[in-house]
Nanobody
Framework: QVQLVESGGGLVQAGGSLRLSCAAS????????MGWFRQAPGKERVIVGS????????YYADSVKGRFTISRDNAKNTVYLQMNSLKPEDTAVYYC??????????WGKGTLVTVSS
């Protein structure tokens, strides 16, 4: 079992920045690929990006590429989502998730990010 807790959400003006954190506990964090997802009001949950467990290579959705950065600190069992140049359309609940295979098995409860125009 892996427990995930997101933090760092809040209200920010358009153009601003936030850094989300996802703290993991339970099994060895470094064994898991990590992903960030978001769900805007009335919309489905979509992937924002992910970071591999082996070499820390990250991938991003086109909508956030160049603005968001995912990183991880295995010593702290934490994955981060640095969000810059935020837009109102980035408003959503952000979730982190962990996977040991092709499926994300474990999910946090989410943290709300609101970007005002």
């Amino acid at each position: 079992q892996v427990q995930l807790v997101e933090s760092g959400g809040g209200l920010v003006q358009a153009g601003g920045s936030l850094r989300l954190s996802c703290a993991a506990s339970g099994r060895t964090f470094s064994l898991y690929g990590m992903g960030w997802f978001r769900q805007a009001p009335g919309k489905e949950r979509v992937i924002v990006g992910s970071i591999r467990r082996s070499d820390n290579i990250a991938y991003y959705a086109d909508s956030v590429k160049g603005r968001f950065t995912i990183s991880r600190d295995n010593a702290k069992n934490t994955v981060y989502l640095q969000m810059n140049s935020l837009k109102p359309e980035d408003t959503a609940v952000y979730y982190c998730a962990a996977r040991s295979s092709s499926v994300y098995d474990y999910w946090g409860k989410g943290t709300l990010v609101t970007v005002s125009s």
